[in-house]
């Protein structure tokens, strides 16, 4: 009981906070920008001396240092064309090493315009074989991708190495806090919808359920992750017990 009031109490605190977050509706105004980090405050820097961002928005709060490469994903502004930044992933991350190949390999963040069975679309004309994708998540719209490609030289030849879900995060005992017909968000800023979302069978969440889930990075509305599976708090106990 004590925990279900900590999280209603902690919902209305963060309503608040999670007003005017970022909604996207034109995947072309996004852009994937590697760079160096150039400038670097308490909570804040740039990157190649024009590009601000904000040190929360750097994937898995990883520490960034002045010289770092990064790549970043960037929304640009139609009338004035200043840069915001969405994302930031430091390149130097061991997991998506790369490795020497032919052809230098490269890493970008697309955003997921819709998914199919078989392909994963970033632009109404460009997508990607669904096979190509590791995690064993399904992506929906919104789900922000780190791809590895690569670029034979003197030609518009671009190789797909690798494809995967920029981030993954395991969050215990957390409440839902909203729900709108088949959609959902819990804790204010994990967005879900029943349509994509894996659960045990016959679940089907609750307000203020209590609930472990497995998080994507993802660009919703007022929401930055989107939940791929839940699964009731209690019923895990009960399994571990």
Request: with cysteine; hydrophobic share 40%; net charge neutral.
């Amino acid at each position: 009981m004590q925990n279900i009031v900590r999280h209603i109490l902690t919902f209305f605190r963060k309503r608040t906070e999670s007003e005017g977050k970022l909604q996207i509706q034109d995947n072309s105004k996004l852009k994937s920008v590697q760079g160096i980090v150039t400038r670097l405050c308490t909570d804040y820097g740039w990157i190649n001396e024009s590009i601000f961002f904000n040190t929360d928005v750097v994937y898995g709060n990883v520490p960034v240092n002045v010289g770092m490469s990064v790549i970043a994903l960037v929304e640009e502004d139609q009338t004035t064309h200043a840069l915001k930044t969405i994302k930031v992933k430091a390149m130097s991350d061991p997991i998506y090493g790369i490795e020497p190949s032919e052809f230098d390999k490269r890493l970008c963040i697309k955003c997921v315009t819709y998914a199919t069975q078989d392909n994963i679309y970033i632009s109404k004309g460009t997508f990607f074989p669904m096979k190509l994708l590791s995690g064993g998540f399904l992506p929906f719209k919104g789900d922000l991708l780190l791809v590895e490609y690569s670029l034979k030289p003197g030609t518009s030849n671009i190789t797909i190495h690798s494809l995967s879900l920029l981030n993954t995060q395991t969050i215990d005992e957390v409440c839902v806090t909203s729900l709108d017909g088949r959609t959902g968000v819990v804790e204010t800023s994990i967005f879900f919808t029943l349509d994509s979302l894996q659960k045990p069978k016959g679940y089907i969440p609750e307000l203020y359920d209590i609930v472990n889930v497995v998080a994507v990075d993802s660009i919703q509305p007022h929401c930055s992750r989107r939940a791929v599976s839940m699964f009731p708090a209690e019923m895990c106990i009960g399994q571990a017990l």
